[in-house]
């Protein structure tokens, strides 16, 4: 069973949820209203050794990294609602393995990156597993009620844009070093821009396909103008790596024009790749529309 | 080195406070002003396997049993500031000896005990690990800014107060078993009696050292008085075994007579077992006034 089919179960049977859930569980995070037509936004992601990072060989991540990592996946999250991070907590289990230089190096590559996007550390909690090394960050994010971009926007009609390039992001490192498209999602919503976003962490046809479950839509992608992290970078890696870490937009077609004009990230490319549409079955087609499963593969499952 | 000296350490490095963090790490949980002298509470703990309960054996607790603790365990945090507990996320790693129904039963006791306490869940996260299983969980609560209790109120001349019976959790089956006492916190801080808490969970000598350097005061413990779980359990136990989850509470010395009178929770006994004084080492004495460490062992750290 995937996480998405247990977490849906799961969240079937919570009770209605009060007033106060403005967003409710399945969403990149959850809101809760708390003054002023504000939402605090909170989300919880995990980093496991030999999971989301490599324990041995050439691909294995220095401390720093891992606990960069850790907190960039979940600024992105806070991205994807178009939210301001704000504060984290770290919960922490190390196997024996790990000494506390090394627990000290984690908690430097968290720290560095949270001065950089201005979140702070407000708690934590740290104990010792038998042989595994896991780590989780719960984030608090704001964004005001008017802006708040969801998961469930997305109108047949809309295009999607998609911020950097895709696929790759192992062999060339970007899983450990991406920056989270916090100013890029701040900005898509203050003008209004996005109807619906999430962030491709687990791979841009499993993350374009929640996308369109949520909105009650289909989606038909233009698999040729996907940017492609690497020359060398095939059309299935870029649609079923993950670890991109970048944000999938559904922008109203009227305003398309507009947002490539005003686009101002120079630095960061913004790609139209697809439209969505109606249908029932909420399913990504390719060009020729039929369903896209390269290799019989959608993308990669981190529970599964 | 300890749980406590590194996160102290830590805590050190980590920028100064914004003012909207009225409880900054350290305490139970962080407080953070959320709107018309409220605060809001959040807290995070973890639960791993072979660490927290039995994999193995006579004391190897049902995947519910595991779940009701992960949770029991947070509330106890918002039990000890006097808050509400309000809203929870869950990031849980599993091992392939973990199958579905045992992450069915797992949840199963998480939400038994949610509705137990008017708590919900609001997100969460699902990963494989290698070999270990660990979950954490955030809780977010509220109290408001003038009833919050934090461990730093303790005066030479209060009373240290504590609710229930302590160690032989294990044997006893208490650390599965044991009833937050979020009521019992909530009451204390509506009537004005508590000047700080803190929950046990790590043994009645660290916590109460805990509560003592919080608040720059000392404590004499008069040990005879303090309540034991059975009949077998022996003081050393009392004072180090840990997971008893029960409220050590500093109440000033003229609300001492009220507080016992007024108590309205007939089931559960509240004792009184030691006095704060000045102290410049924030030491923790026996009623001989020489420190206590009984078998130069202070209580279980989950990190070390």
């Known amino acids: 069973m995937s996480e998405d089919a247990f977490l849906e179960k ?6 209605v949820s009060p007033p106060d859930i403005v967003i409710p569980p399945g969403d990149d995070c959850a809101g809760l209203r708390i003054e002023g037509g504000r939402i605090l936004l909170v989300a919880v992601d995990q980093i496991i050794g030999g999971k989301h990072y490599h324990l041995e060989g050439h691909y294995k991540p220095s401390p720093e990294q891992v606990g960069r990592k850790l907190l960039a996946r979940n600024l992105s999250d806070i991205a994807a609602m178009g939210g301001y991070p704000r504060y984290f907590l770290v919960a922490c289990g190390l196997s024996p393995a790990h000494d506390e230089s090394w627990l000290e190096r984690f908690f430097d590559g968290i720290l560095r990156l949270s001065r950089e996007f201005g979140v702070m550390m407000i708690g934590g909690d740290l104990a010792a597993t038998p042989t595994d090394a896991v ?13 708040v971009c969801r998961r469930s926007g997305a109108q047949p009609g809309d295009c999607l844009f998609v911020t950097g390039s895709f696929g790759r992001s192992l062999v060339t490192g970007w899983h450990l070093s991406f920056k989270p498209r916090c100013r890029e999602g701040r900005w898509l919503v203050e003008h209004g821009f996005a109807s619906a976003m999430i962030d491709a962490s687990d ?13 009650g839509v289909g989606l038909k992608l233009n698999t040729a103008a996907i940017p492609l992290r690497t020359p060398e ?8 790596d993950g670890e991109d870490y970048e944000l999938l937009i559904a922008a109203p077609r009227e305003k398309a024009r507009q947002l490539r004009k005003e686009w101002p990230f ?29 290799g019989g593969k959608v993308g990669y499952d981190h529970f599964a």
């Not at 970078?233 to 079923?240: C, D, F, G, R, Y």
């Open 10 to 15: 799961l969240i079937a049977r919570l009770p």
């Open 135 to 147: 780590a989780s960050l719960t984030i608090l994010g704001e964004v005001s009620e008017a802006q």
């Open 203 to 215: 791979g841009l046809l499993i993350d374009a396909g929640r996308l369109c479950r949520a909105s």
């Open 233 to 240: 970078t095939s059309l299935e890696e870029a649609l079923t």
């Open 266 to 294: 120079a630095e960061l490319p913004l790609t139209l790749i697809g439209e969505f549409i109606a249908s029932d079955s909420h399913t990504v087609l390719g060009p020729d529309g039929t369903p896209l499963a390269p």
